[in-house]
């Protein structure tokens, strides 16, 4: 009788946890070092619950546009499912937009991902891949018109900290990228965690995603000026 209930108990638990999700960052050289490591430093800190895998069009090591390298444990025809992408952005954005295979893959993994995520210039990766086409979604704003140069079929947000629409979510520059990880965390696990994660990071949330006080740079490093917000 004892055993009975030492093997129920266990099957309940297992009953209650939670699926275990694999989380892939996507990397490509010259990718912008915090829009890769911000969000996976909240990520990681979710629990055994969520696992976190590196890809790249070929496995290796990768370097990001400040210099560090971080090793792709993957590559494109070995990667294990993804119930989560994230895909940063960077100066190797604009070699990207010309890489079919990339877009192909994230064509393939994001038609199964639970949330598809871009940080900074990476959502312009993905509206050349046609997978904004018909929703809402941002970018870096001192880039802004180069997300919106590959896609004229998207709802740009110029005044945006992050976007979430259906299972993507895109974020503004670099930095946004947390808040926008931490908003899918509250998504997925939890306001509580989320604000958990943020605590023990001493990170300050921004949890108001129309809340963007970097839009009056729209467009800077293209030679625009400040724009309506969309």
Not at 33 to 44: I, N, S, V
Not at 166 to 171: K, P
Request: charged letters at 25%; proline letters at 3%.
């Amino acid at each position: 009788r004892v055993r009975h209930a030492r093997l129920r108990l266990g099957v309940d638990r297992m009953t209650d946890a939670q699926p275990t999700r694999t989380l892939g960052a996507i990397l490509y050289e010259r990718f912008e070092l915090l829009d890769a490591c911000g969000p996976l430093e909240m990520f990681g800190s979710v629990g055994p619950e969520l696992r976190i895998v590196t890809v790249a069009e070929k496995a290796g090591s990768i370097t990001s546009v400040q210099g560090p390298k971080t090793v792709a444990d993957h590559d494109f025809a070995n990667c294990p499912k993804l119930d989560l992408i994230l895909l940063p952005g960077g100066f190797g954005t604009v070699e990207q937009l010309g890489n079919a295979a990339l877009h192909a893959f994230l064509r393939d993994r994001a038609s199964t991902a639970e949330v598809t995520m871009s940080v900074c210039s990476g959502s312009a990766i993905l509206a050349k891949a046609g997978l904004l086409d018909g929703r809402r979604a941002t970018s870096n704003k001192q880039w802004f018109d180069l997300a919106r140069m590959q896609s004229a079929n998207v709802d740009w947000v110029t005044e945006a900290r992050w976007v979430e629409d259906g299972t993507f979510a895109t974020s503004s520059g670099v930095s946004a990228g947390i808040d926008m990880a931490l908003a899918v965390i509250a998504r997925l696990y939890g306001r509580a965690k989320a604000q958990e994660i943020a605590e023990a990071t001493e990170y300050e949330w921004h949890t108001d995603a129309t809340r963007d006080p970097f839009v009056k740079f729209l467009n800077k490093a293209m030679g625009g000026g400040a724009g309506s917000g969309a």
